[in-house]
């Protein structure tokens, strides 16, 4: 099976075999024996060519974040024979500012039609005790304002739209 | 006299903290809750538990009515408050006296004399203890601020009056940005202690902060634990302590001892305390504040000075004499304590609330973990986003800061952001490493100075291809014909076998 990659910016080819116990993975041809082994839900210790890791595999949107002892890393990953590596495509058109976490809407600081700059601030949220601002990732028109004050809203929530 | 029962008035780390004072004393312990909170780990761990309202603060572990009728009813004699919620409250304080029950901290005139910031630079100044310059009384009109701000000069600090814990507190760099500043301040400071007067004082430049641990009975004896040093912080708010202070000498280390004992005494203090000083870049120490309960980073004290401080608090607000004097408290090796935040340090370090998928802490020599959570348990919106704390003991800084990037390795928190990666990379900084910092170090040196190293990117796509390939043949029904699932039973395949289909 073979996956189109991507982490930390780069773009790599993956090609993961099986035999018996080992597993063989080849990134961008160069060829690993791996010894993988579920070690409790989310966990596997892994013998890389005969280096040993104890990986979290924290599954996410699209691929998984794995957590190495010093590192957690960012991997997003599709069978390559489903099409090509996508899962950093940036959208275009007007910027959606969406809840960065739960939590409820302090202050709305801006109103619909209004022109603002970027970095300007457009609603004060409160998540856990603080209260933060989130500002206008570019400048531009407020198109749509979603947010009202006092109003609980989850992670990804839209709130304010800027074209 | 000892206490037949002990309720605790908090949640999350410190109450499991205290709950397991209490269990080694042989004292039943009580939780109570919000409805936010059933499954939160204090109430899995205390003896008895009961629910106190909404999960809203200011409808549950504020309430002192609730939690003093929960006292009542269940015949608790001693309530200890934890640290922020009612921990520095007098109007609770005074509450329990008049209910016949113990409140495990200082008296209620000492929590308001000394709760009262400005309250408590005006007592410091009293006892020769030096404070940084500003008000000395609360300010609550803009006006009053404008002017002075305007007398004290910029950069300044605007403090809730009422407050603790950075909540309410904002630097203030110029006077354009007072307006915005003071707003913020007073919204949070209202939210937060239900007061929005404020105060002000003059921005000390290049400050460590850097406090020290008191505790005194009710029979006139008092002596400190040392120093911790906090300068470590973001927002405000400290992330990482250590003790002892790589910035302090022995002989300011003994001075600022006295101030702390001086100013002790002469408010009559009882129970454990914590006086926060500035230090300038001249080793200059400014009085800061008084915080009249047990700190967050206690358990750097109690590695440091092999005491237990809430066992402590518990005897001496029995009646007792402290069973140690100064000459018992003596400094030995170096801890350092980690604040593990459900945040996203990689943005701004934004809360990152939810559950905890998959969990694993480190054990080992020297290593302690005062946790809140646990695996599957789901990190609630409503309180503060501390998780755990993660503490390394070492006989040299060289040799904690090591361990503690040994212990960081092993902890692992799925499903939630947290504060370790950020740690991983403090423990090699080289300004950490060379205890060469003030309190801008997360903003700027840190920042500016990275640490870089090559990821075992390699591994990682390892990993996750080889989990991916798993999942793909699980949902195929493959999984019990492929790798790693198979009992290690001697037979092999032979050949390698291609995905997808598993077959040979």
């Known amino acids: ?163 | 006299m000892n206490f037949k029962k002990i309720l605790i008035a908090n949640r999350g780390e410190i109450a499991v903290r205290v709950i397991r004072a209490c269990r080694e004393l042989g004292i039943p312990s009580v939780a109570v809750y919000s409805e936010a909170d059933r499954l939160a780990l204090h109430v899995r761990r205390a003896d008895e538990a009961y629910e106190i309202g909404p999960a809203p603060s200011r409808d549950s572990y504020l309430r002192m009515d609730r939690i003093l009728d929960v006292a009542k009813r269940c015949g608790a004699d001693a309530i200890h408050p934890g640290y922020g919620f009612l921990s520095e409250n007098a109007a609770f304080a005074r509450a329990c006296d008049d209910a016949g029950i113990t409140f495990i901290g200082p008296r209620a005139e000492t929590i308001q004399a000394m709760g009262e910031k400005t309250s408590a630079r005006r007592i410091a100044v009293e006892a020769g203890v030096p404070v940084v310059p500003g008000t000395l009384h609360p300010v609550t009109s803009d006006e009053e601020i404008r002017r002075e701000a305007a007398r004290i000069g910029f950069p300044l600090m605007l403090k809730a009056a009422a407050g603790g814990g950075g909540k309410g507190l904002r630097l203030v760099p110029h006077a354009d940005d007072l307006a915005t500043a003071a707003l913020r301040a007073r919204s949070e400071a209202k939210s937060a202690f239900g007061d929005d007067s404020v105060y002000l004082e003059k921005a000390v430049l290049q400050p460590r902060h850097i406090e020290i641990q008191v505790m005194a009975d009710a029979h006139g004896n008092a002596i400190h634990l040392y120093e911790r040093e906090c300068t470590i912080q973001r927002r405000h708010q400290k992330v990482i302590e250590e003790s002892p202070s790589p910035f302090l000498t022995p002989e300011l280390r003994e001075r600022m001892g006295a101030l702390a004992v001086a100013l002790v005494k002469k408010v009559g203090y009882v129970n454990a305390g914590t006086l926060e000083f500035l230090v300038d870049k001249d080793r200059e120490p400014y009085f800061l504040e008084m915080n009249t309960r047990l700190q967050v980073e206690h358990p750097v004290t109690e590695m440091v000075t092999n005491f237990d401080l809430v066992k402590l608090q518990i005897r001496v607000a029995q009646g007792e004499k402290l069973p140690i004097t100064q000459a018992d408290v003596r400094q030995t090796g170096h801890a350092i304590e980690c604040r593990v935040y459900a945040e996203d340090p990689e943005r701004g370090f934004l809360p990152s609330p939810g559950k905890i998928v998959a969990l694993r802490v480190p054990g080992g020599p020297g290593v302690r973990d005062d946790s809140g959570v646990y695996e599957g348990y789901d990190v609630p919106i409503h309180y503060d986003p501390m998780i755990s704390k993660l503490v390394a003991w070492g006989r040299t800084r060289e040799d904690a800061i090591n361990r503690m990037r040994r212990a960081v390795s092993e902890y692992k928190v799925l499903g939630i952001q947290t504060t370790l990666p950020f740690f991983e990379r403090v423990m090699r900084h080289p300004d950490f490493l060379a205890g060469d910092f003030d309190t801008s170090f997360v903003e700027k040196a840190f920042a500016q100075h990275e640490v870089k190293r090559e990821a075992p990117w390699e591994v990682a796509v390892a990993a996750a291809a080889i989990q991916a390939y798993r999942d793909r043949q699980a949902r195929r029904g493959a999984l019990t014909q492929s790798a790693g699932a198979r009992p290690a039973s001697g037979w092999r395949v032979r050949g390698w076998r291609e995905g997808p289909g598993g077959r040979l």
Do not use: C
């Not at chain 1, 018996?20 to 890389?48: C, M, N």
């Not at chain 1, 890791?53 to 996410?60: I, P, S, T, V, Y």
């Not at chain 1, 739960?102 to 603080?130: D, S, T, Y």
């Open chain 1, 1 to 163: 099976m073979i996956f189109d990659v991507s982490v930390l910016g780069r773009t790599v080819k993956a090609e993961v075999k099986v035999r018996g116990d080992v597993y063989q993975v080849t990134i961008d041809g160069k060829p690993h024996t791996v010894d993988f082994r579920e070690t409790g839900r989310d966990f596997a210790s892994l013998l890389l060519d005969g280096r040993s890791f104890e990986a979290g595999l924290e599954r996410k949107q699209g691929g998984f974040i794995v957590h190495l002892p010093v590192d957690n890393i960012e991997v997003a990953l599709q069978e390559a024979a489903r099409g090509s590596a996508s899962a950093h495509k940036k959208a275009t058109g007007p910027a959606r500012v969406t809840a960065p976490m739960p939590g409820k809407i302090v202050r709305v600081l801006i109103e619909a039609g209004q022109e603002v700059a970027a970095g300007a601030g457009l609603i004060v949220m409160e998540a856990m005790k603080m209260e933060n601002e989130l500002r206008a990732p570019r400048a531009g028109r407020v198109q749509s304002v979603a947010a009202r004050e006092g109003l609980a809203v989850e992670t990804g929530a839209l709130l304010v739209v800027i074209e």
